[in-house]
T-cell receptor
Framework: KAGVTQTPRYLIKTRGQQVTLSCSPI?????VSWYQQTPGQGLQFLFE???????NKGNFPGRFSGRQFSNSRSEMNVSTLELGDSALYLC?????????????FGSGTRLTVV | QKEVEQDPGPLSVPEGAIVSLNCTYS??????FMWYRQYSRKGPELLMY????GNKEDGRFTAQVDKSSKYISLFIRDSQPSDSATYLC?????????FGTGTSLTVIP
């Protein structure tokens, strides 16, 4: 059974650019959540999508956006990149929205903004 | 103050030692409790989850929840070098998950 697949694994962008990250959840999982992980802040919740609808949103500026497609695949976009956006971006999937039993995470996309 | 507090370590122990990892939380509304293990350059992997106060055992791992003290622990018995990783606690309140910042563990052969 394939796990959660995130592409690309690594990205280097310059300030002001935009970036799109992709996530394919486990087959049959309909909920996809995105997190930003940094050494100082740990995992911070970005947003959750379920059946193509955004169900929850974390406390991030509007430069961070996402969407989910009918096949449950999800993308997140960050516009006007800032140095502070350098982080590991993790996608997590679960069967239902906010499953009580946690997520399955992908390996993440490591974004470096220079 | 963060809602979930976790000592970042790092923690270094000899192989075979018993490891104790801990988190505290401030909101009694947290209902579900989880522990994740994260290897370098990988995403977190769910190790254990529990709902009620008390202990839950799975092999060498025991998760303990004390809701009255707002304190959760993960014990690792007979620790192995392969246990070297960052361990994150997580808790669920309503529809949202809250994570600790992680404790870095190194088990020395």
């Amino acid at each position: 059974k394939a796990g959660v697949t995130q592409t690309p694994r690594y990205l280097i962008k310059t300030r002001g650019q935009q970036v799109t990250l992709s996530c394919s959840p486990i087959s049959g999982h309909r909920s996809v959540s995105w997190y930003q992980q940094t050494p100082g802040q740990g995992l911070q919740f970005l947003f959750e999508y379920f059946s193509e609808t955004q169900r929850n949103k974390g406390n991030f500026p509007g430069r961070f956006s996402g969407r989910q497609f009918s096949n449950s695949r999800s993308e997140m976009n960050v516009s006007t990149l800032e140095l502070g956006d350098s982080a590991l971006y993790l996608c997590a999937s679960s069967l239902d929205t906010a499953s009580n039993y946690g997520y399955t995470f992908g390996s993440g996309t490591r974004l470096t903004v220079v | 103050q963060k809602e979930v507090e976790q000592d970042p370590g790092p923690l270094s122990v000899p192989e075979g030692a018993i490891v104790s990892l801990n988190c505290t939380y401030s909101n009694s509304a947290f209902q579900y409790f989880m522990w994740y293990r994260q290897y370098s350059r990988k995403g977190p992997e769910l190790l254990m989850y529990t709902y009620s106060s008390g202990n839950k055992e799975d092999g060498r791992f025991t998760a303990q929840v004390d809701k009255s003290s707002k304190y959760i622990s993960l014990f690792i018995r007979d620790s192995q070098p392969s246990d070297s990783a960052t361990y994150l606690c997580a808790m669920k309140r309503g529809t949202e998950f809250y994570f600790g910042t992680g404790t870095s563990l190194t088990v020395i052969p």
